[in-house]
């Protein structure tokens, strides 16, 4: 069964400043990845999601993902965050050839970002 | 717009009396799911519907139950709640056959057990 890990519960930073959230999934022959962000009390949204084709993938809100098969990783990037971008992130991972389409998602990374 | 809707937003209940929580969509979607979220925590697939097939995980507790009376529509019902049953409970939607293989999640519903 495939699972994820998303190696750092909290990480704060200053506006304006870069982040990467990381994301390590089980290896897989071939593995679906999306991240997805969830404010309070809110449901989850798509920021962006990797199927196939190129690496690197750009989402909603200035973010952008790499997935990096030999490091089974899919670490999520943003230039220059922005006060609102404080929420919770999951990276979530599927597997194409199981019947149903279900998610396993990481545990959540908390962004705090600090004016 | 395209959405899917839960309602209601919060929902209250006492311990032991049997809660509904609703789901609906527009999207035409024929995969739907329940997820329980509990506090700090990653959504925990509860079971999903493709078409009216439905599939229970393995570790869902039997107190849950869900119904899909239609495409459009998606119960979870709740036989017995007990306190640990207090979460945020997400409803989503996924189109088999479509090449975006996203969910799509409704805002929840956030249960609180007295």
């Known amino acids: 069964a495939q699972s994820v890990t998303q190696l750092d519960s909290q990480v704060p930073v200053f506006e304006e400043a870069p982040v990467e959230l990381r994301c390590n999934y089980s290896?897989?022959?071939?593995?679906?990845l999306f991240w997805y962000v969830q404010y309070p009390n809110q449901g989850l949204q798509l920021l962006l999601k990797y199927l196939s084709g190129s690496t690197l993938v750009k989402g909603i809100n200035g973010f952008e993902a790499e997935f990096n098969k030999s490091q089974t990783s899919f670490h999520l990037r943003k230039p220059s965050v922005h006060i609102s971008d404080t929420a919770e992130y999951f990276c979530?991972?599927?597997?194409?050839?199981?019947?149903?389409?279900?998610?396993?998602f990481g545990a959540g990374t908390i962004l705090r970002v600090k004016s | 717009d395209a959405m899917v809707i839960q309602n209601p937003r919060y929902q209250v209940t006492q311990f032991g009396k049997p809660v509904t929580l609703s789901c609906s969509q527009t999207?035409?979607?024929?995969?739907m799911y329940w997820y329980q979220q509990k506090s700090s925590q990653a959504p925990k697939l509860l079971f999903h519907?493709?078409?009216?097939?439905?599939?229970n995980e393995a570790d869902t507790p039997d107190n849950f139950q869900s119904r899909r009376p239609n495409t459009s529509f998606c119960f979870l019902d709740i036989r017995s709640p007990g306190l640990g049953d207090a979460a945020m409970y997400l409803c989503?939607?996924?189109?088999?056959?479509?090449?975006?293989?996203?969910?799509?999640f409704g805002p929840g519903t956030r249960l609180t057990v007295t």
């Open positions: 519907y493709y078409d009216k097939d439905f599939n």
């Open positions: 290896s897989s022959v071939s593995v679906y």
């Open positions: 989503a939607t996924s189109g088999s056959g479509t090449v975006s293989y996203e969910q799509y």
């Open positions: 999207l035409n979607h024929n995969v």
């Open positions: 979530a991972v599927s597997d194409p050839t199981e019947y149903g389409n279900k998610l396993v």
